[in-house]
């Protein structure tokens, strides 16, 4: 018998039975596995989410996410709505702010519309009874947010935005104290003290890293410019007509909306780095394709 033919079969056997010992394990272990499980593909779908925030309240949201291509990247805003509003408040706008080219999530503030658990924690009434304390921990749900947002890997993270109405803008500000994943800010009516939250305060600490947009009706501008000024110079405002019928998200359902709607997106844009996209004719005068109309003018009444 030829004893390296043994070797080889012994050799053999002994691969198959570690192969056999250890393969369940690797199966069921991707990381082991390297290259061989596919990764799950992004959902773009639309949906109602859930995080928890640092301090376990379990927060609830719409997200609207922006399809992108394998490989890029999207930036994103977080909607937080006014008081007693809840997140179905900016679905109109979320959607307008996706087409800019962004992801959108917007969310129940703890103790409001759906987040409302657990319930050992009184959110709802800590929420309607207006305490203090409760709305000094919102922005602990921003900090949710961000690390919901994280764990998706076509978001960039270095490109995050806020944008926040009324108690909104409190905790809007409250939360760029807490991080440095904030490129920038937008408050629709903010008040340098709503509910115990001191915004004069943060705005102080975060206008030196964070560029911020103040937008209020005439009869708000006051606490606008309390703030501005405690921001300093790079702090942006706007104000426009009206007064507390126009407060907070009702800007934007405003006879004037249109504007603060433009105002907003293009402040946005700007802090996240978004490309305007290149128009048609643009292109083609710097590819020399540009054609002189020819033919007889059409009337008004002309039809196509």
Partial sequence: MNPNKNVRRLGLIMALTCFASIHPRVMADPQLMGGMVQKPK?????????FNSPDGVTVVGDYYPLRVESGQLSPAVILIHMYPKN???WKAFAGQLRDKGMSVLAYDIRGNGDSVKPESLKLAEGYKSKTPAHFQNASLDVMGALDFLRQLEYIDMS???LVGAS??????LDAATRTNDIRGIVCLSPGVDYFGVDSLSHIKTCASYTPILLLSPEGEFEAVQKLAEAGGAKVETGKY???REYHGTNLLDAPYGKKVNKRITKFVKKVLSIAEPAKKDAKDKKDGKTKKSGGKKKSKDAHP
Avoid at 42 to 50: E, L
């Fill in 42 to 50: 992004p959902d773009f779908k639309d949906r109602v989410v859930t």
């Fill in 87 to 89: 997140r179905a408040s």
């Fill in 159 to 161: 490109r995050v935005a």
């Fill in 167 to 172: 108690i909104g803008c409190s905790i809007s």
């Fill in 241 to 243: 007509e009206g007064g």
